[in-house]
């Protein structure tokens, strides 16, 4: 089945404890894209990933980081969580470079920072 | 990015169709219009998209306006698990570069039995 995983789904952390949630797809899709989504202020994009070894920010990526040394996986990194962290988090990936196709997300990972 | 304006909610009744309107009079020439779903408790759900012609698949039917500045999505038969946030979305095609969906607001569709 094509699908778009994240790990954690839920996550309740203190600040400044560093982590990773997991992003994988098993679409062979050279796009990914986190997004964190907030009440009243919709889903905003963090980080995007072109191919392999191809990341660029998105709206809103400061505290955060990212790493694309695999076209299937697609981490996102807390180095130093803090409460205006606490969001929930999708991943995203497509086939498509340009704005012609579908994106397929992940089912989210809810994040507490305490 | 261009804007759309959604109603905030709608209401609509099981085995009914349904028409959720999308304005976009800022839209360019070649700006895609997509619509996204989310369910509770869930990620975004890809719906339908097109640039300029009616598009037809199988979770719904996508209307242009002739001049582009609007769209309506149809849902042909409510189900209850249509009940969702609908989001109309325009993506720019800045020649190869990000490809980002702003989501807006959206419009909380109820499907009452």
């Known amino acids: 089945e094509a699908q778009v995983t994240q790990n954690p789904r839920y996550l309740i952390t203190v600040t400044g404890k560093k982590l990773t949630v997991t992003c994988s797809q098993n679409m062979n899709h050279e796009y990914m894209s986190w997004y964190r989504q907030d009440p009243g202020l919709g889903l905003r994009q963090i980080y995007y990933s072109m191919n392999v070894e191809v990341t660029d920010k998105g709206d809103v990526p400061e505290g955060y980081k990212v790493s694309r040394k695999e076209k299937r996986n697609f981490p996102l990194i807390l180095e130093s969580p803090s409460p205006n962290q606490t969001s929930l988090y999708f991943c995203?990936?497509?086939?498509?470079?340009?704005?012609?196709?579908?994106?397929?997300f992940g089912p989210g990972t809810r994040l507490t920072v305490t | 990015d261009a804007k759309t304006t959604q109603p905030n909610s709608m209401e609509s009744n099981e085995e009914e169709p349904v028409h959720l309107p999308c304005n976009h009079s800022t839209i360019s020439g070649t700006d895609y219009i997509h619509w996204y779903r989310q369910l509770p408790s869930q990620g975004p759900e890809y719906v339908i998209h097109g640039l300029t012609s009616n598009v037809n698949n199988r979770m719904a039917s996508l209307a242009i306006a002739e001049d582009r500045k609007s769209s309506t999505l149809i849902l042909h038969r409510a189900t209850l698990r249509d009940a969702a946030v609908y989001y109309c979305?325009?993506?720019?095609?800045?020649?190869?570069?990000?490809?980002?969906?702003?989501f807006g607001k959206g419009t909380l569709l109820t499907v009452n039995p």
């Open positions: 995203a990936s497509s086939r498509y470079r340009r704005l012609t196709g579908e994106q397929y």
């Open positions: 979305i325009l993506s720019i095609d800045s020649g190869g570069s990000n490809y980002k969906l702003t």
